[in-house]
């Protein structure tokens, strides 16, 4: 379900809000701002928008309409074309002549790589996170992942995938490595909508909270090796679930309509 976002300087009344996703525009929109700059913000928001979408969500409707985009946010279609063209280039959507455009999806295939991508760069972010990270910062990784392992208890499954996402990205934030934590967040789009599917299936917040204090507790005890380890497994559980459970991932090419094995 995609989170509801403002883009005009002031809140906007609930009574003035455009409607919700519809058929061929899964994504939430309201009009943009008379006092932002109209080309950029206008890709910064749809940008957002379609991170804002589950796009793995089973029957998720990923086509763009350009000129209902154009209507929610009270602009012309050019900055909305200019807009689509930088996320084609950014790879967040394709741009298909006569067909329309859609959010990218990747393949059951492209996934369980990117899994493994990110398994490998988190781990080696923990072992850093052991010599650089100070005991204040843990500390408040500590009290964000008890803060948020409520949401899981509760089943608040979407508060608890946000939550879990901002933890793998906090590890990576603090291993002090620039280019582990830009490499990842190229994957930031894909992952976070996995990670979203599969925490609401076979308990896997339940798990994920036991992990994250285990991972804690390693990175607080300065152990290199056993941090590695545990968020590399952590991660590969991941890995293991969606090549399990996910056999079959609808295709999002329109051009033949057939599903991804």
Same mark, same amino acid.
């Given at each position: 379900?995609?989170? $509801?976002?403002?883009?005009?300087?002031?809140?906007?009344?609930?009574? *003035?809000?455009? @409607?919700?996703?519809?058929?061929?525009?899964?994504?939430?929109l309201?009009?943009?701002?008379?006092?932002?700059?109209?080309?950029?913000?206008?890709? &910064?928001? #749809?940008?957002?928008?379609?991170?804002?979408?589950?796009?793995?969500?089973? &029957? +998720?409707?990923?086509?763009? &309409?350009?000129?209902?985009?154009?209507?929610?946010l009270?602009?012309?279609?050019?900055? /909305?074309?200019?807009?689509?063209?930088?996320? %084609? *280039?950014?790879?967040? +959507?394709?741009?298909?002549?006569?067909?329309?455009?859609?959010?990218?999806?990747?393949? #059951?295939?492209?996934?369980?790589?990117?899994? +493994?991508?990110?398994?490998?760069?988190?781990?080696?972010?923990? $072992?850093?996170?052991?010599?650089?990270a100070?005991?204040?910062?843990?500390?408040? #990784?500590? *009290?964000?992942?008890?803060?948020?392992?409520?949401?899981?208890?509760?089943?608040?499954?979407?508060?608890? @995938?946000? %939550?879990?996402?901002?933890?793998? *990205?906090?590890?990576?934030?603090?291993?002090g490595?620039?280019?582990?934590?830009?490499?990842?967040?190229?994957?930031?789009?894909?992952?976070?909508? +996995?990670?979203?599917?599969?925490?609401?299936?076979?308990d896997?917040?339940?798990?994920?909270?036991?992990?994250?204090?285990? /991972?804690?507790?390693? #990175?607080?005890?300065? &152990?290199?090796?056993?941090?590695?380890?545990?968020?590399?497994?952590? !991660?590969?559980?991941?890995?293991?679930?969606?090549?399990?459970?996910? !056999?079959?991932?609808?295709?999002?090419?329109?051009?033949?309509?057939?599903?991804?094995?």
């Amino acid at each position: 379900m995609a989170v $509801r976002i403002w883009y005009t300087t002031h809140p906007v009344p609930k009574t *003035q809000r455009l @409607s919700g996703p519809t058929m061929s525009n899964p994504v939430n929109l309201d009009p943009i701002g008379i006092n932002f700059t109209l080309k950029d913000h206008t890709y &910064d928001v #749809l940008r957002q928008a379609i991170l804002d979408v589950n796009i793995y969500e089973e &029957d +998720v409707d990923l086509r763009l &309409d350009e000129r209902k985009l154009a209507e929610q946010l009270a602009i012309s279609r050019t900055p /909305i074309r200019e807009a689509l063209a930088r996320l %084609a *280039q950014d790879g967040l +959507v394709e741009i298909i002549p006569r067909k329309g455009v859609f959010i990218q999806r990747k393949s #059951l295939s492209d996934i369980l790589e990117m899994i +493994v991508t990110w398994a490998a760069l988190e781990s080696m972010a923990a $072992r850093l996170v052991t010599q650089v990270a100070t005991d204040e910062q843990l500390n408040e #990784l500590r *009290q964000f992942a008890l803060k948020h392992s409520a949401h899981a208890a509760k089943a608040e499954i979407e508060e608890y @995938s946000d %939550a879990n996402i901002r933890f793998h *990205q906090h590890i990576l934030q603090l291993s002090g490595c620039s280019l582990l934590k830009t490499t990842a967040d190229s994957l930031f789009q894909h992952m976070h909508a +996995v990670r979203r599917r599969a925490m609401g299936e076979a308990d896997r917040a339940t798990r994920s909270v036991v992990d994250h204090m285990e /991972i804690i507790e390693a #990175l607080e005890a300065r &152990d290199a090796d056993l941090a590695g380890q545990l968020v590399r497994e952590h !991660t590969m559980r991941l890995h293991a679930h969606v090549r399990e459970t996910w !056999t079959r991932l609808e295709s999002t090419n329109p051009t033949d309509g057939q599903p991804n094995a």
